[in-house]
Protein backbone atom coordinates (compact mmCIF):
# COMPACT_ATOMS: atom_id res chain seq x y z
CA UNK A 1 0.00 0.00 0.00
CA UNK A 2 3.03 2.46 0.62
CA UNK A 3 4.44 1.76 -2.54
CA UNK A 4 1.51 2.47 -4.20
CA UNK A 5 0.40 5.98 -2.40
CA UNK A 6 3.94 6.93 -3.07
CA UNK A 7 3.71 6.06 -6.85
CA UNK A 8 0.68 8.01 -6.98
CA UNK A 9 1.91 11.25 -5.59
CA UNK A 10 5.21 10.78 -7.34
CA UNK A 11 3.35 11.10 -10.42
CA UNK A 12 1.44 13.90 -9.58
CA UNK A 13 4.80 16.04 -8.51
CA UNK A 14 5.72 14.78 -11.93
CA UNK A 15 2.89 14.99 -14.36
CA UNK A 16 0.09 16.05 -12.38
CA UNK A 17 -1.88 19.79 -11.42
CA UNK A 18 0.97 22.16 -10.30
CA UNK A 19 -1.41 23.76 -7.57
CA UNK A 20 -2.29 20.42 -6.14
CA UNK A 21 0.85 19.38 -5.92
CA UNK A 22 1.86 22.24 -3.92
CA UNK A 23 -1.44 22.24 -2.00
CA UNK A 24 -0.72 18.95 -1.49
CA UNK A 25 3.01 18.70 0.05
CA UNK A 26 2.76 22.41 1.31
CA UNK A 27 -0.46 22.14 3.89
CA UNK A 28 0.84 19.00 5.76
CA UNK A 29 4.05 20.96 6.37
CA UNK A 30 2.68 23.89 7.26
CA UNK A 31 0.57 22.44 9.67
CA UNK A 32 3.26 20.24 10.85
CA UNK A 33 5.48 23.55 11.30
CA UNK A 34 3.39 24.33 13.83
CA UNK A 35 2.75 21.34 15.60
CA UNK A 36 6.60 21.06 16.14
CA UNK A 37 6.46 24.73 16.97
CA UNK A 38 4.36 24.10 19.43
CA UNK A 39 7.26 22.19 21.75
CA UNK A 40 8.50 25.96 22.35
CA UNK A 41 4.92 27.31 22.72
CA UNK A 42 3.71 25.06 25.07
CA UNK A 43 6.70 25.83 27.15
CA UNK A 44 7.14 29.72 26.37
CA UNK A 45 2.81 29.61 27.85
CA UNK A 46 3.36 27.40 31.07
CA UNK A 47 6.89 29.11 32.20
CA UNK A 48 5.09 32.38 31.33
CA UNK A 49 2.64 31.43 34.24
CA UNK A 50 6.17 31.11 36.59
CA UNK A 51 8.15 33.90 36.25
CA UNK A 52 9.91 36.04 33.04
CA UNK A 53 13.44 35.02 34.77
CA UNK A 54 12.04 31.25 33.43
CA UNK A 55 10.98 33.17 29.98
CA UNK A 56 14.56 35.13 29.56
CA UNK A 57 16.49 32.03 30.22
CA UNK A 58 14.67 29.40 26.92
CA UNK A 59 15.18 32.64 25.26
CA UNK A 60 19.27 33.07 25.91
CA UNK A 61 19.77 29.20 25.02
CA UNK A 62 17.52 28.32 22.76
CA UNK A 63 19.79 29.56 19.68
CA UNK A 64 22.75 27.43 21.02
CA UNK A 65 20.20 24.32 20.98
CA UNK A 66 18.74 25.25 17.37
CA UNK A 67 22.94 25.98 16.46
CA UNK A 68 23.15 21.85 16.48
CA UNK A 69 19.60 21.13 15.23
CA UNK A 70 20.53 22.99 12.35
CA UNK A 71 23.69 21.46 11.64
CA UNK A 72 22.02 18.42 12.12
CA UNK A 73 19.39 19.42 9.67
CA UNK A 74 21.98 19.76 7.08
CA UNK A 75 22.66 15.96 6.50
CA UNK A 76 18.56 15.19 6.66
CA UNK A 77 17.88 17.97 4.41
CA UNK A 78 20.51 16.23 1.66
CA UNK A 79 19.27 13.20 2.00
CA UNK A 80 15.60 14.80 0.97
CA UNK A 81 16.93 16.69 -1.96
CA UNK A 82 19.14 13.38 -2.86
CA UNK A 83 16.62 11.01 -2.71
CA UNK A 84 13.60 13.42 -4.02
CA UNK A 85 15.75 13.34 -7.41
CA UNK A 86 16.63 9.86 -7.40
CA UNK A 87 12.68 9.00 -7.10
CA UNK A 88 12.12 11.58 -10.21
CA UNK A 89 14.90 9.59 -12.35
CA UNK A 90 13.06 6.09 -11.11
CA UNK A 91 16.37 5.03 -9.56
CA UNK A 92 14.13 3.86 -6.21
CA UNK A 93 17.49 1.56 -5.60
CA UNK A 94 19.66 4.39 -4.74
CA UNK A 95 17.44 5.94 -3.20
CA UNK A 96 16.95 3.27 -0.44
CA UNK A 97 20.67 2.99 -0.34
CA UNK A 98 21.16 7.18 0.24
CA UNK A 99 18.53 6.67 3.29
CA UNK A 100 20.60 4.34 4.76
CA UNK A 101 23.60 6.50 4.93
CA UNK A 102 22.25 9.80 5.82
CA UNK A 103 20.52 7.74 8.86
CA UNK A 104 24.55 6.51 9.98
CA UNK A 105 25.49 9.58 9.84
CA UNK A 106 22.71 11.90 11.48
CA UNK A 107 22.91 9.22 14.40
CA UNK A 108 26.61 9.07 14.64
CA UNK A 109 26.35 13.30 14.76
CA UNK A 110 23.69 13.00 17.08
CA UNK A 111 25.38 10.99 19.80
CA UNK A 112 28.96 12.88 19.36
CA UNK A 113 27.10 15.92 19.39
CA UNK A 114 24.68 15.50 22.10
CA UNK A 115 27.95 14.51 24.53
CA UNK A 116 29.93 17.04 23.69
CA UNK A 117 27.46 19.86 24.20
CA UNK A 118 26.45 18.39 27.72
CA UNK A 119 29.72 18.91 28.38
CA UNK A 120 30.46 22.34 27.28
CA UNK A 121 27.51 24.23 28.23
CA UNK A 122 28.68 26.10 31.30
CA UNK A 123 30.85 27.59 29.58
CA UNK A 124 28.84 29.06 26.74
CA UNK A 125 26.30 30.30 28.92
CA UNK A 126 28.54 32.07 30.65
CA UNK A 127 30.14 33.39 27.33
CA UNK A 128 26.13 34.62 26.04
CA UNK A 129 26.19 36.69 29.57
CA UNK A 130 23.70 35.18 31.74
CA UNK A 131 24.03 35.69 35.42
CA UNK A 132 22.32 34.31 38.51
CA UNK A 133 19.43 32.40 38.14
CA UNK A 134 19.15 33.19 34.62
CA UNK A 135 22.59 31.38 34.21
CA UNK A 136 20.89 28.33 36.68
CA UNK A 137 17.74 28.48 34.61
CA UNK A 138 19.35 28.10 31.18
CA UNK A 139 21.80 25.72 32.21
CA UNK A 140 19.18 23.18 33.23
CA UNK A 141 17.34 23.60 30.37
CA UNK A 142 19.79 22.88 27.95
CA UNK A 143 21.76 20.17 29.85
CA UNK A 144 18.70 18.26 29.61
CA UNK A 145 17.25 18.92 26.01
CA UNK A 146 20.35 18.47 23.96
CA UNK A 147 19.94 14.96 25.07
CA UNK A 148 17.08 14.48 22.83
CA UNK A 149 18.65 15.04 19.90
CA UNK A 150 19.56 11.56 18.69
CA UNK A 151 15.76 11.79 19.01
CA UNK A 152 14.83 14.26 17.08
CA UNK A 153 17.41 13.48 14.21
CA UNK A 154 15.30 10.11 13.84
CA UNK A 155 12.04 12.09 13.35
CA UNK A 156 13.98 14.51 10.60
CA UNK A 157 15.47 11.61 8.90
CA UNK A 158 11.58 9.94 8.80
CA UNK A 159 10.69 13.33 7.51
CA UNK A 160 13.24 14.06 4.97
CA UNK A 161 12.38 10.49 3.36
CA UNK A 162 8.83 10.62 3.44
CA UNK A 163 8.87 14.84 2.08
CA UNK A 164 11.32 13.44 -0.54
CA UNK A 165 8.52 10.94 -1.80
CA UNK A 166 6.03 13.41 -1.72
CA UNK A 167 3.99 12.43 1.87
CA UNK A 168 4.04 15.08 3.99
CA UNK A 169 1.08 13.94 6.13
CA UNK A 170 2.34 11.11 8.14
CA UNK A 171 5.45 13.08 9.10
CA UNK A 172 2.51 15.74 10.55
CA UNK A 173 0.87 12.69 12.51
CA UNK A 174 4.17 11.50 13.96
CA UNK A 175 4.23 14.93 15.57
CA UNK A 176 1.04 15.00 17.01
CA UNK A 177 1.93 12.63 19.23
CA UNK A 178 4.45 13.81 20.20
CA UNK A 179 3.35 17.39 20.78
CA UNK A 180 0.58 15.57 22.76
CA UNK A 181 2.39 13.89 25.03
CA UNK A 182 4.31 17.38 25.66
CA UNK A 183 0.87 19.29 26.38
CA UNK A 184 0.27 16.90 28.97
CA UNK A 185 3.65 16.89 30.31
CA UNK A 186 4.26 20.44 30.64
CA UNK A 187 1.63 21.20 33.19
CA UNK A 188 2.27 17.90 35.12
CA UNK A 189 5.74 18.44 35.29
CA UNK A 190 5.95 22.76 35.92
CA UNK A 191 2.42 23.44 38.15
CA UNK A 192 1.61 19.88 39.64
CA UNK A 193 5.11 18.63 40.22
CA UNK A 194 6.90 21.90 40.57
CA UNK A 195 10.00 20.86 38.74
CA UNK A 196 10.80 24.31 36.93
CA UNK A 197 12.32 24.69 33.74
CA UNK A 198 13.79 21.57 34.31
CA UNK A 199 11.06 19.66 34.13
CA UNK A 200 9.83 21.62 30.79
CA UNK A 201 13.02 20.47 29.21
CA UNK A 202 12.29 16.93 30.47
CA UNK A 203 8.76 16.64 28.98
CA UNK A 204 10.14 18.12 25.48
CA UNK A 205 12.60 15.17 26.22
CA UNK A 206 10.04 12.06 26.85
CA UNK A 207 7.86 13.59 23.95
CA UNK A 208 10.02 12.89 21.39
CA UNK A 209 11.03 9.50 21.99
CA UNK A 210 7.93 7.54 21.22
CA UNK A 211 7.90 9.66 17.66
CA UNK A 212 11.34 8.37 17.33
CA UNK A 213 10.56 4.74 18.07
CA UNK A 214 7.59 4.17 15.61
CA UNK A 215 9.73 6.68 12.81
CA UNK A 216 12.39 3.90 13.00
CA UNK A 217 10.03 1.24 12.90
CA UNK A 218 8.18 2.55 9.88
CA UNK A 219 11.88 3.19 8.23
CA UNK A 220 12.69 -0.57 8.47
CA UNK A 221 9.52 -1.77 7.22
CA UNK A 222 9.71 -4.23 3.63
CA UNK A 223 6.49 -2.88 2.61
CA UNK A 224 7.98 1.30 2.18
CA UNK A 225 9.28 2.18 -0.97
CA UNK A 226 12.29 4.04 0.61
CA UNK A 227 13.34 2.49 3.56
CA UNK A 228 16.67 1.75 5.85
CA UNK A 229 18.41 -1.50 6.18
CA UNK A 230 21.75 -2.81 7.72
CA UNK A 231 22.46 -5.76 5.73
CA UNK A 232 25.31 -5.65 4.11
CA UNK A 233 25.17 -2.05 4.48
CA UNK A 234 28.72 -0.26 3.30
CA UNK A 235 29.80 3.28 2.75
CA UNK A 236 30.00 4.50 -0.61
CA UNK A 237 32.46 6.87 -1.93
CA UNK A 238 30.02 8.85 -4.08
CA UNK A 239 27.26 9.09 -2.16
CA UNK A 240 29.33 10.42 1.20
CA UNK A 241 30.28 12.97 -1.30
CA UNK A 242 27.47 13.86 -2.42
CA UNK A 243 25.98 13.84 0.96
CA UNK A 244 28.96 16.46 1.79
CA UNK A 245 28.57 18.62 -1.36
CA UNK A 246 24.67 19.04 -0.64
CA UNK A 247 24.63 18.73 3.22
CA UNK A 248 27.41 20.81 4.18
CA UNK A 249 27.03 24.31 3.19
CA UNK A 250 23.42 24.01 4.12
CA UNK A 251 24.78 22.55 7.90
CA UNK A 252 27.43 25.80 8.01
CA UNK A 253 24.97 27.77 6.79
CA UNK A 254 22.13 27.12 9.06
CA UNK A 255 24.38 26.65 12.14
CA UNK A 256 26.42 29.77 10.64
CA UNK A 257 22.71 31.68 11.16
CA UNK A 258 22.10 30.24 14.26
CA UNK A 259 24.97 31.60 16.04
CA UNK A 260 23.96 35.40 13.85
CA UNK A 261 20.75 34.38 16.37
CA UNK A 262 22.87 33.67 19.12
CA UNK A 263 24.86 36.86 19.05
CA UNK A 264 21.61 38.77 18.59
CA UNK A 265 20.33 37.24 21.78
CA UNK A 266 23.29 38.60 23.76
CA UNK A 267 22.63 42.06 22.07
CA UNK A 268 19.03 41.69 23.10
CA UNK A 269 20.16 40.37 26.94
CA UNK A 270 22.17 43.87 27.25
CA UNK A 271 18.90 45.25 27.64
CA UNK A 272 17.09 43.24 30.37
CA UNK A 273 14.92 40.16 30.94
CA UNK A 274 11.78 42.16 29.71
CA UNK A 275 13.72 42.86 26.52
CA UNK A 276 14.90 39.16 26.25
CA UNK A 277 11.97 38.01 26.98
CA UNK A 278 10.00 39.96 24.77
CA UNK A 279 12.49 39.10 21.28
CA UNK A 280 11.47 35.51 22.23
CA UNK A 281 7.59 35.77 22.29
CA UNK A 282 7.76 38.22 19.11
CA UNK A 283 9.89 34.98 17.23
CA UNK A 284 8.00 32.71 18.74
CA UNK A 285 4.62 34.00 17.25
CA UNK A 286 6.31 35.41 13.94
CA UNK A 287 7.40 31.56 13.28
CA UNK A 288 3.31 30.73 13.24
CA UNK A 289 2.93 33.56 10.99
CA UNK A 290 5.63 32.78 8.69
CA UNK A 291 5.17 28.85 8.14
CA UNK A 292 2.92 29.02 4.78
CA UNK A 293 6.39 30.40 3.65
CA UNK A 294 8.26 27.24 5.01
CA UNK A 295 5.85 25.03 3.81
CA UNK A 296 5.53 26.09 0.60
CA UNK A 297 9.54 26.28 0.49
CA UNK A 298 9.56 22.96 1.53
CA UNK A 299 7.11 21.94 -0.88
CA UNK A 300 8.78 23.76 -3.71
CA UNK A 301 12.39 21.86 -2.99
CA UNK A 302 10.67 18.18 -3.20
CA UNK A 303 8.78 19.02 -6.46
CA UNK A 304 11.97 21.24 -7.75
CA UNK A 305 13.63 17.63 -6.92
CA UNK A 306 12.10 15.50 -8.36
CA UNK A 307 11.42 17.37 -11.51
CA UNK A 308 15.20 17.75 -11.57
CA UNK A 309 15.96 14.16 -11.49
CA UNK A 310 13.20 13.78 -13.97
CA UNK A 311 15.03 16.21 -16.70
CA UNK A 312 12.15 18.45 -16.68
CA UNK A 313 13.30 21.74 -15.65
CA UNK A 314 10.68 23.88 -17.36
CA UNK A 315 7.90 22.25 -14.70
CA UNK A 316 10.20 22.98 -11.72
CA UNK A 317 10.57 26.42 -12.98
CA UNK A 318 6.63 26.68 -13.42
CA UNK A 319 5.77 25.52 -10.31
CA UNK A 320 8.04 27.73 -8.74
CA UNK A 321 6.43 30.93 -10.18
CA UNK A 322 2.72 29.46 -9.05
CA UNK A 323 4.07 28.99 -5.07
CA UNK A 324 5.43 32.36 -4.98
CA UNK A 325 2.49 33.88 -6.26
CA UNK A 326 0.43 31.73 -3.62
CA UNK A 327 2.54 32.81 -0.72
CA UNK A 328 3.02 36.33 -1.33
CA UNK A 329 -0.43 37.00 -1.74
CA UNK A 330 -1.64 35.24 1.37
CA UNK A 331 1.45 36.28 3.50
CA UNK A 332 0.45 40.01 2.52
CA UNK A 333 -2.98 40.08 3.26
CA UNK A 334 -2.60 37.49 6.88
CA UNK A 335 0.19 40.24 7.81
CA UNK A 336 -1.34 43.21 7.30
CA UNK A 337 -4.41 42.31 9.83
CA UNK A 338 -1.86 40.61 12.59
CA UNK A 339 0.61 43.83 12.28
CA UNK A 340 -2.96 45.44 13.76
CA UNK A 341 -1.61 46.75 17.42
CA UNK A 342 -4.88 45.81 19.62
CA UNK A 343 -4.38 42.35 17.58
CA UNK A 344 -0.47 41.72 18.07
CA UNK A 345 -0.91 42.59 21.79
CA UNK A 346 -3.39 40.06 22.19
CA UNK A 347 -1.63 38.08 21.18
CA UNK A 348 1.50 38.42 23.04
CA UNK A 349 -0.91 38.72 26.11
CA UNK A 350 -1.39 35.12 25.86
CA UNK A 351 2.48 34.54 26.80
CA UNK A 352 3.09 36.56 29.26
CA UNK A 353 0.94 38.79 31.70
CA UNK A 354 4.19 41.27 32.55
CA UNK A 355 3.59 44.53 31.87
CA UNK A 356 6.84 45.38 31.04
CA UNK A 357 7.16 42.93 28.29
CA UNK A 358 3.75 43.12 26.51
CA UNK A 359 4.92 46.73 24.42
CA UNK A 360 7.85 45.61 23.35
CA UNK A 361 7.07 42.02 22.44
CA UNK A 362 3.81 43.79 20.13
CA UNK A 363 5.78 46.16 18.91
CA UNK A 364 8.35 43.52 17.40
CA UNK A 365 5.65 41.45 16.33
CA UNK A 366 3.60 44.41 14.85
CA UNK A 367 6.95 45.11 12.52
CA UNK A 368 7.32 41.55 11.90
CA UNK A 369 4.02 40.98 10.81
CA UNK A 370 3.86 43.57 8.73
CA UNK A 371 7.08 42.44 6.33
CA UNK A 372 6.24 38.89 6.31
CA UNK A 373 5.19 38.42 2.66
CA UNK A 374 9.43 39.10 2.26
CA UNK A 375 9.21 35.86 3.56
CA UNK A 376 7.32 33.80 0.79
CA UNK A 377 9.94 35.45 -1.73
CA UNK A 378 13.02 34.15 0.44
CA UNK A 379 11.53 30.87 1.45
CA UNK A 380 10.15 29.69 -1.91
CA UNK A 381 12.95 31.05 -3.74
CA UNK A 382 15.40 29.06 -1.32
CA UNK A 383 13.05 25.38 -1.82
CA UNK A 384 13.91 26.15 -5.40
CA UNK A 385 17.45 26.43 -5.19
CA UNK A 386 17.76 23.12 -2.39
CA UNK A 387 16.05 21.33 -4.79
CA UNK A 388 18.01 21.68 -7.70
CA UNK A 389 21.20 20.93 -5.35
CA UNK A 390 22.58 25.04 -5.01
CA UNK A 391 23.20 24.31 -1.12
CA UNK A 392 25.91 26.64 -1.50
CA UNK A 393 24.05 29.44 -3.04
CA UNK A 394 21.71 29.04 0.08
CA UNK A 395 24.29 28.97 2.32
CA UNK A 396 26.06 32.14 1.44
CA UNK A 397 22.49 33.77 1.27
CA UNK A 398 21.52 32.71 4.96
CA UNK A 399 25.25 33.62 6.72
CA UNK A 400 25.11 37.20 4.74
CA UNK A 401 21.49 37.65 6.41
CA UNK A 402 22.84 37.85 9.59
CA UNK A 403 26.60 38.41 9.92
CA UNK A 404 26.55 41.30 6.89
CA UNK A 405 22.88 42.90 7.00
CA UNK A 406 21.78 42.52 10.64
CA UNK A 407 24.53 43.41 12.30
CA UNK A 408 25.28 45.97 9.95
CA UNK A 409 21.77 47.37 10.58
CA UNK A 410 21.82 46.69 14.54
CA UNK A 411 25.40 49.20 14.68
CA UNK A 412 23.42 51.56 12.26
CA UNK A 413 20.64 52.34 14.40
CA UNK A 414 22.27 51.72 17.64
CA UNK A 415 24.72 53.82 17.19
CA UNK A 416 23.79 56.31 15.11
CA UNK A 417 19.78 56.18 15.14
CA UNK A 418 20.13 55.83 19.17
CA UNK A 419 17.09 53.54 18.72
CA UNK A 420 17.70 51.38 21.48
CA UNK A 421 16.04 48.16 21.79
CA UNK A 422 13.85 48.87 18.32
CA UNK A 423 17.45 48.37 16.78
CA UNK A 424 16.79 45.06 17.19
CA UNK A 425 13.26 44.34 15.51
CA UNK A 426 14.12 46.87 12.47
CA UNK A 427 17.63 44.94 12.21
CA UNK A 428 15.50 41.78 11.79
CA UNK A 429 12.89 43.00 8.98
CA UNK A 430 15.59 44.37 7.04
CA UNK A 431 17.68 42.14 6.94
CA UNK A 432 15.28 39.53 5.98
CA UNK A 433 13.84 41.59 2.76
CA UNK A 434 17.55 42.23 1.87
CA UNK A 435 18.32 38.66 2.10
CA UNK A 436 15.06 37.61 -0.18
CA UNK A 437 15.81 40.48 -2.71
CA UNK A 438 19.37 38.80 -3.25
CA UNK A 439 17.74 35.40 -3.80
CA UNK A 440 15.51 36.29 -6.15
CA UNK A 441 17.98 38.83 -8.13
CA UNK A 442 19.92 35.19 -8.22
CA UNK A 443 16.94 33.28 -9.39
CA UNK A 444 16.96 35.56 -12.37
CA UNK A 445 20.40 34.89 -13.57
CA UNK A 446 19.32 31.12 -14.07
CA UNK A 447 22.42 29.86 -12.20
CA UNK A 448 19.79 27.40 -10.50
CA UNK A 449 19.53 25.75 -13.74
CA UNK A 450 22.93 24.18 -13.72
CA UNK A 451 23.38 20.57 -12.83
CA UNK A 452 24.57 20.62 -8.97
CA UNK A 453 25.20 17.02 -8.51
CA UNK A 454 25.53 13.82 -10.97
CA UNK A 455 23.18 11.07 -9.79
CA UNK A 456 24.70 7.07 -9.87
Keep these: MSKTISADKRNIILNGNLIKAILMLAVPVMINSFIQSMYNLTDTFWLGRIGTDSQAAITLVSPFQNILINFGAGITTAGAILISQYLGARQDKHANTMANHICVCSMVFAFICAGICWLTTPAIIKWLGAEGIIYTYGLSYIRIVVLDLPFLFMINLYTSVKQAQGDTVRPLLLNILGVSVNLILDPLFLIVF ?140 FGMILSRGFISESMVRFFTTDESVVPLAAQFLSIMAFCCWTNAFYNTTQGLFQGSGHTLITMAVDATRIWVFRFLVLWICQNYLNMGVESVWYAVVVSNASSALILYILYWTGIWKKEAIKLN
Design 194 to 333: KWGIAGAALATLIAKIPSAVIAFVVLRNKKQLVRISFRDFHFEKNKMISIIKIGLPTAIGGSTMQFGFLLMTRNVNAYGASAITAYGIGNKINSIITMPANGIGSAISTIVGQNFGAGNKTRADKSYHIALRIGAVFLFI
